[in-house]
């Protein structure tokens, strides 16, 4: 059996965000990468891992322009953590329906 590992097209959904742009950005569905990324930030608090700086890393592994270009990085994490609680709500409401995880379970 031949498996090509490039067939598979993440998911995209486009959202409106105009508390920062007037332009298109999309929710693209999490990869691997973005998994391990995410791991780099995890602590183990009391023997539970935590992960630093969760709602932000999220949003910077899973925002995208029209051509699969990451809008953040982690240099933008200060910043992330600034937005309006309810900004970073419906973001992160879009980011679970996408790929289906829920922040505090990764």
């Known amino acids: ?3 090509d590992l490039h067939s598979y097209q993440p998911k995209k959904e486009e959202i409106s ?3 920062w742009t007037d332009e298109p950005v999309f929710v693209r569905e999490l990869s691997a990468d973005n998994l391990e990324m995410l791991q ?3 602590v183990m608090v009391k023997g539970q891992p935590v992960m630093e700086h969760q709602y932000s890393l999220l949003i910077i592994s899973s925002l995208v322009d029209k051509d699969d270009n990451y809008l953040f990085s982690e240099n ?3 910043d992330l ?3 309006p609680a309810v900004l970073i709500a ?3 409401e879009a ?3 996408v790929s289906g995880i829920v922040a505090s379970n990764i």
Do not use: F, G, Y
Request: net charge positive; aromatic share 0%; hydrophobic share 35%.
């Open 76 to 78: 933008d994490i200060e």
């Open 40 to 42: 780099r930030h995890t």
């Open 1 to 3: 059996m031949k498996i």
């Open 90 to 92: 419906k973001l992160m």
């Open 81 to 83: 953590e600034k937005q």
């Open 17 to 19: 965000i105009p508390e």
């Open 95 to 97: 980011i679970n329906r």
